[in-house]
């Protein structure tokens, strides 16, 4: 069962993520709605995932990802409800290991998951 981490400041796409994942047996270990708190929280939940908006209003979810990675590296999977090449491209530089588009499709979030926190680990094997 993995552990997963759900930071979004918009209360529907919070609540939906929260459901899907229970719906495909993962276990929700903690929820924020801030940017700013993303890293502490990712510390004190000891989470194997974090699905994070990239649209937060204090910090976005790009620079928390980085702050994640540099202080104690857990794989990360974007949520937006927008793409554009740029955001893809400072999420990569960033480090991180997924990206969603809202509104997620039915089947689409589990595997995402798995990939990430496989790619993560081979990523992580790597750097030893």
């Known amino acids: 069962m993995k552990r997963v981490l759900v930071i979004d400041d918009h209360v529907p796409s919070r609540d939906n993520l929260k459901r899907a994942l ?4 993962c276990q929700v270990v903690g929820e924020g ?13 000891v989470p194997d995932v974090i699905l994070m908006a990239v649209g937060l209003s204090d910090l976005d979810g790009i620079r928390a990802a980085r702050k994640i990675m540099q202080a104690k590296p857990v794989p990360v999977i974007l949520v937006s409800s927008h793409y554009d090449a740029e955001t893809v491209e400072r999420a990569k530089q960033a480090g991180v290991m997924g990206y969603l588009l ?3 499709r039915d089947g689409e979030l589990l595997p995402t998951i798995e990939l990430a926190v496989a790619h993560f680990k081979e990523f992580i094997a790597l750097q030893k």
């Open 102 to 104: 809202k509104p997620l």
């Open 22 to 25: 229970v719906a495909g047996g």
């Open 33 to 45: 709605t801030s940017g700013k708190g993303a890293a502490q929280l990712a510390s004190a939940t």
